[in-house]
């Protein structure tokens, strides 16, 4: 079996998906991918930060609510350079876990 996605199956992933960007501050915002079960969130790292300049949390609740929480194997917090791969990767790891995107509604 190969790991190996096309493009065309990384644009529908990318479709699937809405990443949401939330001002955090002046000149600084952190991006939020929501789905039923959890949601995940890229934060911007200082400046001096040699790993990395995005970090990605994943905040998952346990059992009952979600049958596939997040543990100490999942690796979290992620750091990456670039947003893009951070935001494509979370994409990805939400449609591994087979998760139901969450939809916004702007209605009140």
């Known amino acids: 079996m190969e790991n190996i996605i ?14 949401y960007k939330v001002p ?8 939020v991918l929501k789905a039923e079960e959890c949601f995940l969130e890229i934060y911007p790292r200082p400046s001096y930060c040699d790993r990395g300049q995005w970090e990605m949390h994943a905040m998952c609740p346990g059992y009952p609510q979600n049958p596939n ?15 893009a791969v951070a935001q494509f990767e ?3 790891w939400m449609d ?11 209605e009140r």
């Open 6 to 19: 096309s493009v065309t199956e990384a644009d529908a992933l990318i479709q699937k998906w809405s990443w």
């Open 24 to 31: 955090i501050g002046i000149d600084a915002s952190h991006y």
């Open 96 to 106: 591994k876990r087979k998760y139901t995107p969450k939809v916004e509604t702007t």
């Open 90 to 92: 979370g994409v990805l």
């Open 69 to 83: 929480p997040v543990d100490a194997a999942d690796m979290f917090p992620r750091v990456y350079f670039l947003l």
